[in-house]
């Protein structure tokens, strides 16, 4: 196998891959309500004195809340690139609203 290609002999790289990022993102937000909800309610959990438990969990659904809002928004850029077409070269993006 040769460890270098011309460009001429390269094939092309393949389309990327469409997936659901936001189903993702909303069960790993759920794992997280369950935990926090484990946490509050189990005694053992909850005496220990230490906040890690809850604070991870808060920090994992601020995080994902993050992660949500992040993907929505890559989403509604890429349809609107795929309405309009892509940015003219040196030029900036179209602005829909």
Not at 36 to 48: G, I, K, N, Q, S
Not at 65 to 92: D, F, K, M, Q, S
Request: aromatic residues 4%.
């Amino acid at each position: 196998m040769p460890l270098y290609l011309p460009p001429s002999r390269a094939k092309p790289p393949p389309p990327p891959l469409r997936t659901d990022d936001r189903r993702a993102v909303l069960v790993g937000l759920a794992v997280w309500g369950v935990l926090l909800v484990v946490a509050l309610v189990v005694p053992e959990v909850r005496d220990t004195g230490e906040g890690r438990w809850l604070g991870s969990c808060i920090a994992g659904i601020a995080l994902g809340l993050i992660g949500l809002g992040y993907v929505h928004r890559r989403e509604r850029r890429a349809a609107r690139r795929r309405e309009h077409g892509p940015a003219e070269p040196g030029g900036a993006p179209p602005r829909v609203r």
